[in-house]
């Protein structure tokens, strides 16, 4: 597509409950991040692909956070037993290759509400 | 931690004065980079500088960056009441892109 996709762009729901979110990179683009932003806050890095790499996993706050990734395609962060301290923007952002000199493209992000 | 620390946290100016913010980090990087964020939304991509350059100009944007001192600097010139967004530096190191907390800009018409 033009640009980087993600879906739904606003999810509510209640604490406890699963959540699956999906982005949809640039085509071509090999890798693929995940960040968190709270509310007024910066983006706090979750899990990184790069092509068909081992993913890094080390931003990942709780082993309720997983995330996945078809190929070079789409990624599904899953948080599982949502808690109210997961309300934030998901963002996913993609770039052409993790290497020196790429610049990321985001999407517009998934807000989350925990009630 | 390889994350940029921007510097201030806020600033607030006159439509037409300068703006400018600093960015610092603690590893080595391939590249720096600067995006601005509207309305806590997605990011875009201003400006990238590689850790061989020392500055770089795009329309009212300049960057510098000094390796030695581990820090970079955004100059946005003449700014407008349009430019009031957040703006994060962002390190890449290897193969991960880490942005820092953000300065939250906001120029007064």
């Known amino acids: 597509g033009a640009g980087v996709s993600q879906s739904p762009s606003n999810k509510v729901t209640e604490k406890g409950k699963d959540v699956e979110l999906r982005c949809d990179p640039i085509s071509g683009h090999t890798a693929l991040y995940w960040y968190r932003q709270r509310l007024g806050q910066g983006l706090e890095f979750l899990i990184y692909f790069q092509g068909n790499s081992a993913p890094d996993k080390s931003g990942l706050p709780s082993d309720r956070f997983s995330a996945e990734r078809t190929g070079e395609s789409v990624s599904t962060l899953t948080i599982q037993r949502t808690q109210q301290e997961d309300s934030a923007v998901y963002l996913c952002?993609?770039?052409?290759?993790?290497?020196?000199?790429?610049?990321?493209?985001f999407g517009q992000g998934t807000r989350l509400t925990v009630v | 931690s390889q994350q940029g620390e921007e510097d201030p946290q806020a600033l607030s100016i006159q439509e037409g004065e300068n703006a400018t913010m600093n960015c610092s980090y603690k590893t080595s990087i391939n590249n720096l980079q600067w995006y601005r964020q509207n309305s806590g939304r997605g990011l875009v991509h201003l400006i990238l500088?590689?850790?061989?350059?020392r500055e770089k100009h795009s329309g009212r944007l300049r960057v510098t960056l000094d390796t030695s001192k581990k820090s970079s600097s955004l100059l946005i010139t003449a700014s407008r009441a349009a430019d009031t967004a957040s703006y994060f530096c962002a390190i890449t190191g290897g193969f991960k892109t880490i942005f820092g907390a953000g300065t939250r800009l906001f120029v007064k018409a």
């Open positions: 952002a993609s770039s052409l290759d993790g290497g020196s000199n790429t610049e990321a493209f």
């Open positions: 500088i590689r850790s061989n350059e």
